[in-house]
């Protein structure tokens, strides 16, 4: 069964920056469209940035200029490059994509989420 797995969290002081990278956990046909979402205490989860599976990138206003996503065909993996990180970025950040295995056709999947906290 395939999970998605987030890396790359931390804390880091603010105008810092982090990395972070979402993968599949087994070997997958392709990955296609694929966003980051991130959750602060007391707060719905929201939407952060996404590329299509063409490679079109989309940000929150919130995070354009500062973040970054990325494919990488050779890991298949797609990355967030958060620059200029804020303390209101602080959040556990999740990546959602979907994944067409060598036996199903796309699904939907959501990975467990990576703590990024930012000191002020």
């Known amino acids: 069964q395939v999970q998605l797995m987030e890396s790359g969290g931390g804390l880091v002081q603010a105008g810092g920056s982090l990395r972070l990278s979402c993968v599949a956990s087994?070997?997958?046909?392709?990955?296609?469209?694929t966003s980051w979402y991130r959750q602060a205490p007391g707060k719905e989860r929201e939407w952060v940035a996404g590329?299509?599976?063409?490679?079109?990138?989309t940000y929150a206003d919130s995070v354009k200029g500062r973040f970054t996503i990325s494919r990488d065909n050779v890991k298949n993996a797609v990355n967030l490059q958060m620059n200029s990180l804020r303390p209101e970025d602080t959040a556990v950040y999740y990546c959602?994509?979907?994944?067409?295995?060598?036996?199903?056709?796309?699904?939907?999947?959501w990975g467990r989420g990576t703590q990024v906290t930012v000191s002020s």
């Open positions: 959602n994509a979907d994944i067409r295995t060598f036996s199903s056709n796309y699904l939907n999947y």
């Open positions: 087994i070997r997958v046909r392709s990955i296609g469209a």
């Open positions: 590329v299509s599976s063409g490679g079109r990138t």
